[in-house]
């Protein structure tokens, strides 16, 4: 059976080294290329008549712009409509690094940590120097919340404090996680069929179909969790940002 840990191999295409550093052009940089590429075009091109009746193309950009747009605008509020174009990217380049890993032989940079990670820690900065550059020190009234008695509160911070740094590592492990988990098993079940294949030869055939059919069915499902996770990590995106928008009221 195949290891179903090789699809996530981060593989050398180009090598380049500077200062002692490897800078190497790999398959996980390749495909996000591929995303960046994928998601300009189909905007570009869907957005270029801006008919008044919109075609196939445009009416799914559209949906996508306003289903994006009511992420912030709910979990936010009208103050969120600034950060839209921030909102708007994070959740294109984790849905296509998604759902470009569901092509065969393709990669999904997605279900490493390193990429998730940094997706992470990004967010995390970037929700920080705006509550920073909005509030002030005042910012740092986010790890108090108010109605709370000042004893409790010498248990209440230490928590608020770790909550708040640990967001990076929930964020990234969750989705890299749950893309890695749903690869691994479409791998060991599509391994079931070819193994029957090859060690019953015609009855085979017959055998693998049960195997088949279930990846078949998985791969439906990986692709709603895909969809999912995209959404969820855009989500809590957006519950973070509201945290520095508005702090405690």
Same mark, same amino acid.
């Given at each position: 059976?195949?290891?179903?840990?090789?699809?996530?191999?981060?593989?050398?295409?180009?090598?380049?080294?500077?200062?002692?550093?490897?800078?190497?052009?790999?398959?996980?940089?390749?495909?996000?290329?591929?995303?960046?590429?994928?998601?300009?075009?189909?905007?570009?091109?869907?957005?270029?008549?801006?008919?008044?009746?919109?075609?196939?193309?445009?009416?799914?950009?559209?949906?996508?712009?306003?289903?994006?747009?009511?992420?912030?605008?709910?979990?936010?509020?009208?103050?969120?409509?600034?950060?839209?174009?921030?909102?708007?990217?994070?959740?294109?380049?984790?849905?296509?690094?998604?759902?470009?890993?569901?092509?065969?032989?393709?990669?999904?940079?997605?279900?490493?940590?390193?990429?998730?990670?940094?997706?992470?820690?990004?967010?995390?900065?970037?929700?920080?120097?705006?509550?920073?550059?909005?509030? +002030?020190?005042?910012?740092?009234? *986010?790890?108090?919340? !108010?109605?709370?008695?000042? $004893? #409790?509160? @010498?248990?209440?911070?230490? &928590?608020?404090?770790?909550?708040?740094?640990?967001?990076?590592?929930?964020?990234?492990?969750?989705?890299?996680?749950?893309?890695?988990?749903?690869?691994?098993?479409?791998?060991?079940?599509?391994?079931?069929?070819?193994?029957?294949?090859?060690?019953? +030869?015609?009855?085979?055939?017959? *055998?693998?179909?049960? !195997?088949?059919?279930?990846? $078949? #069915?998985? @791969?439906?499902?990986?692709? &709603?969790?895909?969809?999912?996770?995209?959404?969820?990590?855009?989500?809590?995106?957006?519950?973070?940002?509201?945290?520095?928008?508005?702090?405690?009221?």
């Amino acid at each position: 059976m195949a290891d179903p840990i090789h699809q996530f191999e981060i593989k050398e295409l180009a090598f380049f080294e500077l200062a002692g550093v490897n800078l190497s052009f790999t398959n996980s940089a390749l495909w996000m290329l591929i995303a960046v590429a994928t998601s300009f075009l189909f905007l570009a091109t869907a957005i270029r008549e801006k008919s008044m009746v919109p075609n196939r193309l445009q009416a799914f950009a559209e949906v996508l712009y306003e289903f994006v747009a009511g992420m912030v605008r709910e979990n936010v509020g009208p103050e969120g409509r600034k950060y839209f174009p921030f909102v708007f990217t994070v959740f294109m380049v984790v849905l296509m690094g998604n759902l470009l890993g569901m092509i065969p032989y393709s990669f999904t940079y997605t279900s490493h940590i390193a990429v998730t990670g940094i997706l992470a820690v990004a967010i995390f900065l970037t929700v920080t120097v705006f509550g920073l550059f909005r509030h +002030g020190t005042h910012f740092f009234s *986010l790890f108090s919340p !108010p109605g709370v008695p000042l $004893v #409790l509160k @010498i248990l209440v911070i230490p &928590v608020e404090v770790l909550s708040f740094v640990i967001r990076p590592v929930t964020l990234s492990v969750r989705l890299c996680a749950n893309m890695i988990a749903g690869h691994m098993v479409l791998k060991v079940f599509a391994g079931f069929c070819v193994s029957m294949f090859a060690a019953f +030869g015609a009855a085979g055939l017959f *055998l693998g179909i049960v !195997p088949m059919a279930f990846n $078949v #069915l998985l @791969i439906g499902f990986e692709i &709603v969790i895909a969809i999912l996770q995209a959404y969820v990590f855009t989500v809590l995106t957006c519950i973070y940002l509201k945290d520095s928008v508005e702090l405690h009221h």
